[in-house]
């Protein structure tokens, strides 16, 4: 039938090419403590999974359970206390320019107008403004916001403002995006939008991306893999391949395969104590 | 208060009207009670006084030099206080070895120091400068910092993730997200300068309008000391205006908290 939900370490169901050259991302064994002693959060333990190069991995997980934490450490922003990330077969020793990361909050700059906050990697990179400029109002139509170059964040709300950070983390043209609940505080039909394109984004210029989110929905729609985080200490506690064609429209969701995904995954939160 | 009052021409006749019956009553009263004239001059003295001095110039040369004191203090002592802030807010180092002086000084009422400086440095321009940057130095010191250091988490991680250098993150993020903070110090330290400034000519100066208000108590002309605090007070306002119209140039993205502070730092310049 359609994918099926491993327990971790007892199939082989799922392939991973170890060390192969199409491996993008690797996370070995990974841990992550914050703070030591009587204090200690233990954040991530014993994380292991890998990503194809130019594979759409979703991350679902209940609240608090180390998504973000995870994705600082793929970011380059925060070193693991234990174990490994390695991107394109190196270990993540700190931040990289072929990264794009949407956070969970947009982290605009107040100070700088819609354009020139989506401008922000050209800036820091120094990359040719000229033709960056052209790309950045293309995305920022795109993403619904023409007629906003101008404006400031606090004109905006806060979908508008999570929109400006999608074209921020897109500009440069990364290879690899980092995605934290990038569409949490979009509504539901702008949400779509969002999906739509980001599909037709990610299948044009095949990207690698990795899809954080708190919707079992959007993980499905979206991926060709699903990861199932356990509550804190978060591990990976289920991988569920999603063999929906591409590209996926709207009404995939009403299919029966679909639902079963859906329900597989629920299964599996609702296996490890963490339903969403 | 209901904004129809507080704004519009209504409400300015009303203040006007206000101001006037204070100053009748002042005036009534000192005629009524016989008030010795130095204690408490009526206002028509006041004003008269005012007029003469404003034409003889006497006013105008003695507030010059206070003036150009007052500036020249507030900027060497913000230029400082600016480099320093930034020095220490940057560098755990520096923040390391400067803390125990800064502890020091900042607990002590600089003003107290005004003798010692003239002392060191002479009844001239210089003592006043340097009494009037010593006032002015710590509000936009600390301030830096506290901005400097302020820059929210988030933002930095987004910088840090795109590869960004130190210097980006303070040029992009940290002084942009101070500028609010520095302003408030800037304001505060304008006034402290004009502070220091007098307090320095109070100590030993031979002009500026510290001096005057010293000779003219000396000669019982207290009405002629009303003169001259009108005029510092006028000075104060004009000083405050200046830092007040940099700012909503400067920090026009932080529009709303800007017009609430200035409104409610008024009572206390
Ligand atoms: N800087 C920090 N210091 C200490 N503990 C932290 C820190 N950041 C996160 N944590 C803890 O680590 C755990 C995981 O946090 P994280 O933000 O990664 O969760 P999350 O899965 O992204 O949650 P959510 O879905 O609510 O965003 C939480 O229990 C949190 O309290
Ligand atoms: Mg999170």
């Known amino acids: 039938m359609h ?29 992550l403590r914050y703070g030591d002693g009587a204090d200690a959060v233990h954040a ?55 990264i794009g990361v949407v956070f969970q909050s947009p982290v605009l700059f107040p100070w700088r107008t819609v354009l020139a906050n989506a401008e922000v990697p050209v800036h820091v990179q120094g990359l040719n403004r000229k033709a960056m400029r052209a790309r950045a109002l293309d995305l920022l139509k795109l993403v619904g916001l023409e007629g906003f170059e101008g404006r400031y ?88 391949n999603i063999e ?10 009403n299919t029966e395969g679909f639902g079963i995904y859906v329900r597989q995954i629920r299964a599996a939160l609702n296996a490890t104590g963490g339903a969403l | 208060m209901s904004h129809a009052i507080t704004r519009g021409t209504t409400g300015l006749t009303l203040r006007l009207v206000l101001v006037a019956v204070v100053l009748g009553a002042w005036e009534a009263g000192v005629r009524h ?6 204690i408490l001059p009526p206002p028509s003295s006041i004003f008269a006084g005012l007029w003469r001095g404003l034409q003889s110039g006497i006013y ?17 002592g913000t230029m400082l206080a600016f480099i320093l802030g930034t020095a220490v807010a940057l560098s755990r180092r520096v923040e390391y070895f400067l803390y125990p002086f800064i502890v020091m000084f900042q607990a002590m009422p600089k003003v107290a120091l005004a ?30 910092i506290v901005g400097l250091r302020s820059a929210d988490e988030d933002r930095v991680n987004l910088l840090r993730s795109l590869a960004a250098s130190r210097w980006q993150i303070f040029w992009m993020l940290q002084l942009p997200n101070a500028m609010p903070y520095i302003f ?17 000519e109070f100590v030993g100066a031979e002009q500026g309008l510290g001096v005057l208000i010293q000779s003219m108590n000396f000669n019982l002309d207290v009405a002629g000391q009303f003169g001259v605090l009108l005029i510092l007070s006028v000075i104060g306002l004009i000083l405050n205006g200046l830092i007040t119209r940099l700012r909503r140039r400067v920090l026009f993205w932080d529009a709303p908290r800007a017009t609430n502070t200035s409104l409610r730092k008024e009572p206390g310049t």
Not at chain 1, 63 to 71: D, V
């Open chain 2, 33 to 38: 009670f016989e008030i010795a004239p130095y």
């Open chain 2, 60 to 76: 105008i040369k003695h507030a010059g030099v206070t003036l150009a004191e007052t500036f020249m203090g507030f900027t060497l």
């Open chain 2, 184 to 200: 408030a110090g800037l304001e505060i330290a304008m006034i402290f300068a004009l502070i220091g400034a007098i307090v320095a």
């Open chain 1, 3 to 31: 994918g099926t939900v491993e327990a971790r370490g007892r199939s082989p169901a799922e392939p991973r090419p170890l060390a192969s050259s199409t491996e993008q991302i690797a996370v070995r064994n990974l841990s």
């Open chain 2, 115 to 144: 003798p010692l400086i003239v002392v060191w440095f002479g009844l001239g321009l210089t003592s006043k400068v340097i009494n009037a940057a010593l006032v002015a130095f710590f509000p936009l010191m600390v301030n830096t």
């Open chain 1, 244 to 253: 929906l064609p591409r590209p996926r429209a709207l009404d995939v969701v």
């Open chain 1, 44 to 98: 991530l333990t014993d994380i292991d999974f890998a990503v194809r190069d130019g594979e759409f991995v979703s991350i679902v997980g209940p609240s608090g359970c180390g998504k973000s934490t995870l994705l600082r450490i793929l970011a380059g922003l925060m070193p693991p206390t234990q174990g490994q990330a390695l991107l394109a077969g190196s270990a993540i020793t700190g931040p990289r320019r072929d």
């Open chain 1, 153 to 240: 964040p606090r004109e905006l709300s806060g979908g508008m403002q999570q929109r400006v950070s999608l074209v921020r983390a897109l500009i440069h043209d990364p290879a690899l995006l980092l995605m934290d609940e990038p569409f949490g505080a979009l509504d539901a039909m702008t949400r779509e939008t969002m999906h739509i394109e980001l599909q037709r984004i990610w299948m044009e210029r095949r990207k690698t991306i990795v899809f954080i989110t708190h919707s079992i929905a959007e993980a499905v729609f979206l991926a060709d893999r699903v990861l199932v985080m356990t509550p804190r200490p978060g591990k990976i506690g289920a991988v569920l």
